[in-house]
């Protein structure tokens, strides 16, 4: 059974950090491009940032310089350090996979963690 369960989202200040994280099973971690999304209330789901197979990194522009993810092949994680969060950071963020197993592609989505930025 495939499972991305993420965790870490909260109650942060401006300013303040948080380290979200996701823990997949039931598939090939490793063969998976890993990416992160958002979607704020009344907005559209929008990509945070992408890891790809070989450790490629990709950020949306609004998050660069403040956000960093990375993975751990070994443990089957993905982690999303957000630093400098800001009130526009407020949003569900849910973890992503994306792959192939065999010829099939697939993709899965966790059931997201609360972010929300306020004074």
């Known amino acids: 059974q495939v499972q991305l369960v993420e965790s870490g989202g909260g109650l942060v200040q401006p300013g303040g950090s948080l380290r979200l994280s996701c823990a997949a099973s039931g598939f090939t971690f490793s063969r998976y491009i890993m990416t992160w999304y958002r979607q704020a209330p009344g907005k559209e789901r929008e990509l945070v940032a992408v890891?790809?197979?070989?450790?490629?990194?990709n950020y949306a522009h609004p998050v660069k310089g403040r956000f960093t993810i990375s993975r751990d092949n070994d443990k089957n994680m993905v982690y999303l350090q957000m630093n400098n969060l800001q009130p526009e950071d407020t949003a569900i963020y849910y973890c992503h996979a994306q792959g192939v197993t065999g010829v099939v592609p697939y993709t899965y989505w966790g059931q997201g963690t609360q972010v929300t930025v306020s004074s």
């Open positions: 890891i790809n197979t070989g450790g490629s990194l």
